[in-house]
């Protein structure tokens, strides 16, 4: 009974030796990693106590007052500002900039306000935007927004008014261009900067249509298509694409405006430290494949609008015009940090055309210099510049843009700059008729 009892409370002795060996070895084991960890942290994390040792140093004896948040911010932005021209860091007070120039969107009611003399007046509202639906008009006058008096709001103050207003409806009272007294609820919503911009028949006779993409957007496909669609119901044929002054933006949607007209091959390769992706041509998206395309660029146009650029160029589907443009042939990822402490952008990849051309301007190298169009026209700094404020403008509608013409004649005013002097669009229509002389 002894041994029965023995048996079934403790384990036999050759048990007591492996239970003993088993615990020895565990606190063994934990003792060594215990030790080995604080080696390695030791050596990993002296460059850490360097920033902590010089931050301290910072904020104890310097003469002013300063906050150490702000110390390892500025840290961190020399980090990474290091690496190349491109990679950065943001702190949370920039994030809210940061997300509108990624996403493109923005909280408001879509208009454009006439300017700089009429406060408040509006010149014209976005289709499909908020205030359209509510009613705003070309020439309508808001006089009041949220109970506050447009006339005694300082310059800037209507705008941040209309962003930071409470209940996600404005109200506003309004007067139009006949004189006509009412208000109006506007809800605001998140709205997409737009950004193709200026699409018109530029020659409704031969059929040329024109449009520009100022950046892209997760959006720029679908404005691009609407562009293309509505310029098809009247009789485009021919098309220019102005890539001037287009600094970049979301590399897929630079791919997709490129797949339009390639229904095969390569579009793009992208290459990151350990592995290439290479980006083809999809030919259930390629819908204006054949249609003679020209591409305006300049110093200007970089990253994605270079991708499509030299996706076009390499395949012959667009003649390039202008001059030579910016070389930004890196990809930025971005990675937000715990806490919304902030965010990094750093530099991930690099993308070559079809081609295998390099178009990056590296400090270091001499390779990569950007693309160079097929007609070289050279434009003065005047003349570029004011192609340039164009550009990144806003053109009314059509619909609009009857009523506002028929305002300017009615008051005397020019509410609405015309397009500039302009001698690398004109070389670029000058190529279509080229073109149908030789036929």
């Known amino acids: 009974m002894a041994w029965s009892s023995s048996a079934a409370g403790s384990p036999p002795p050759d048990r007591d030796a492996a239970a003993l060996l088993v615990a020895t070895g565990l606190i063994v084991g934990l003792a060594f990693a215990s030790i080995t960890d604080r080696i390695v942290t030791r050596w990993v994390d002296r460059d850490v106590e360097l920033l902590h040792a010089v931050r301290d140093v910072a904020v104890d004896e310097f003469v002013g007052r300063v906050e150490s948040r702000e110390l390892v911010d500025d840290a961190l932005r020399g980090m990474l500002e290091g690496l190349d021209r491109y990679s950065r860091f943001y702190a949370r007070t920039e994030l809210a900039q940061l997300d509108r120039d990624t996403s493109g969107e923005f909280r408001g009611i879509g208009v454009v306000f006439r300017q700089p003399t009429e406060r408040g007046q509006v010149l014209f509202a976005f289709p499909g935007s908020p205030a359209e639906r509510s009613g705003i008009r070309v020439g309508d006058r808001l006089l009041e927004v949220g109970g506050r008096l447009v006339a005694a709001m300082e310059p800037g103050e209507l705008q941040q008014t209309i962003r930071e207003a409470r209940g996600g409806v404005l109200v506003v009272g309004v007067e ?3 004189g006509e007294l009412r208000e109006a609820s506007i809800p605001l919503e998140k709205l997409l900067d737009p950004t193709v911009r200026h699409e018109r028949m530029i020659d409704p006779v031969r059929g040329i249509g024109y449009l520009a993409i100022v950046s892209f957007s997760h959006r720029t496909p679908e404005e691009f298509d609407r562009a293309m669609d509505e310029m098809k119901a009247r009789g485009l044929r021919r098309l220019v694409v102005d890539l001037r002054a287009n600094p970049g933006g979301i590399l897929d949607s630079a791919v997709s405006v490129a797949n339009r007209f390639l229904s095969n091959g390569t579009i793009v390769q992208t290459r990151t430290r350990s592995e290439m992706e290479v980006r083809e041509a999809i030919s259930t998206e390629a819908r204006h494949v054949g249609m003679p395309l020209v591409l305006l660029v300049d110093g200007g146009s970089a990253s994605a609008s270079e991708v499509l650029a030299g996706a076009l160029q390499d395949h012959c589907a667009a003649v390039l015009v202008g001059q030579p443009t910016y070389g930004k042939g890196t990809v930025q990822t971005l990675r937000r940090l715990l806490d919304d402490r902030g965010v990094v952008k750093i530099t991930t990849a690099v993308y070559h055309t079809p081609s295998d051309r390099s178009i990056e301007r590296w400090e270091e190298k001499t390779t990569g210099s950007g693309i ?21 403008s806003y053109s009314p509608p059509e619909g609009a843009a009857e009523t506002i013409r028929a305002w300017e004649e009615k008051e005397g005013v020019k509410l609405i700059e015309p397009p500039p002097e302009d001698a690398q669009l004109e070389a670029a229509l000058g190529l279509f008729a080229d073109a149908e002389g030789t036929h």
């Open 176 to 178: 139009s261009l006949d």
């Open 372 to 392: 160079t169009p097929d007609l070289w026209v050279e434009v003065g700094s005047q003349e570029g510049s004011s192609i340039h404020a164009f550009l990144n």
